[in-house]
């Protein structure tokens, strides 16, 4: 019988961009849209933002290519454009995002309704009271928290209970093996709130696969300014020298560093199932891999091992930690 793993979602912040010409195509999109069936993946995730180059491109591709008449569920975020989130989580904000969002994407209700990033200048009470009046429409299944430092999360909580608000109950943060801050208090503050936590960047941006390490990586997302923001987290020698340990213990064995690190995630990691884990791609080869690799269980314990070891080594070097900064996201 094959293990269980997170539920898996798709992440479409590549379509509609002119990074990635294929994916303003909606033939070639509507073939990713068949591989996750076949999948059984009915779970995208996308963003009012998105794509960062062309704001909304990917929420209006994936209404013409009717990815809801399809089965599939579709989970949004609030739109901040540019490089500065505040004022993004007011309450007439919120209600013209979403609004925006239902239209295009056309539905009448979204899965899940994430805050996208943190807002420093509406007051914490009245996000909390406007994805609240969302929920309270029917606009959404569940709200979502992302990106939120854990004491502004603490606080949007503790104003939810004061005030009989519904809570958010998923998270969504930045996760993989060399990111591993959620391990050590977000997580647990989850479990303790029955939230569950859908991970990002699984594969860091792309660094997991081990071509800039390798010197490979020209022509990928990390060596462009969509991708830079990654870079700038992800190109330290300590990082670099994780992956060459990896690719020492998984070569003999024959596991790819991009499968290693998404079967580490599903069936070793601090994930449970029903957390997820959010799978991009932006060509359909990369897709049916990651999705098959998704599937192939555990890993050798040798690896497990690896892992572990490189996660402590990191952890005492105090840089297994990403604070996502709206003024450092792509476009630039």
């Not at 963003?47 to 599939?72: C, L, Q, T, W």
């Not at 579709?74 to 739109?79: A, F, G, M, P």
């Not at 993004?88 to 239209?103: C, D, F, H, Q």
């Not at 996760?175 to 977000?186: Q, T």
Request: hydrophobic share 35%; aromatic share 8%.
């Amino acid at each position: 019988m094959a293990q269980k793993h997170p539920v898996i979602y798709f992440g479409t912040s590549t379509f509609g961009s002119s990074h990635v010409p294929t994916l303003q195509d909606e033939a070639i999109v509507s073939t990713f849209l068949d591989a996750l069936n076949d999948g059984d993946v009915s779970q995208i995730d996308t963003a009012a933002r998105y794509p960062p180059d062309n704001h909304g491109g990917s929420e209006r591709m994936i209404g013409r290519v009717k990815a809801p008449a399809r089965g599939f569920t579709i989970n949004t975020k609030v739109l901040f454009a540019g490089q500065n989130s505040d004022g993004t989580l007011s309450k007439e904000a919120v209600r013209k995002s979403v609004a925006n969002s239902l239209e295009v994407l056309g539905v009448k209700k979204l899965g899940i309704l994430y805050a996208h990033c943190p807002d420093l200048a509406t007051p914490l009470a009245e996000q909390a009271e406007a994805l609240n009046e969302q929920y309270q429409k029917g606009y959404c299944e569940k709200i979502g928290i992302s990106n939120f430092p854990l004491d502004m999360l603490k606080s949007f909580i503790d104003i939810c209970e004061k005030e009989g608000y519904i809570k958010p109950s998923v998270y969504q943060g930045q996760y993989n093996l060399i990111c591993r801050e959620p391990e050590k208090e977000l997580l647990p503050f989850l479990r303790e709130h029955n939230m569950t936590f859908n991970a990002y960047s699984p594969l860091g941006g792309g660094f997991l696969t081990g071509k800039l390490t390798l010197g490979t990586a020209e022509g990928t997302r990390l060596r462009s300014a969509y991708g830079a923001h990654f870079a700038a987290w992800y190109d330290r020698p300590e990082f670099h020298d994780a992956v060459k340990k990896l690719l020492e213990v998984i070569g003999p064995l024959g596991i790819k560093p991009s499968e290693a690190a998404l079967r580490w995630l599903a069936y070793h990691s601090d994930l449970g199932e029903k957390d997820g884990v959010i799978l991009g791609a932006t060509k359909i080869e990369q897709l049916k891999q990651n999705l098959e690799d998704m599937e192939k269980g555990a890993l050798p314990q040798a690896v497990v091992d690896e892992i572990m070891a490189i996660g402590e080594t990191i952890d005492a070097m105090g840089s297994g930690n990403f604070d996502v900064k709206p003024a450092e996201l792509p476009p630039r």
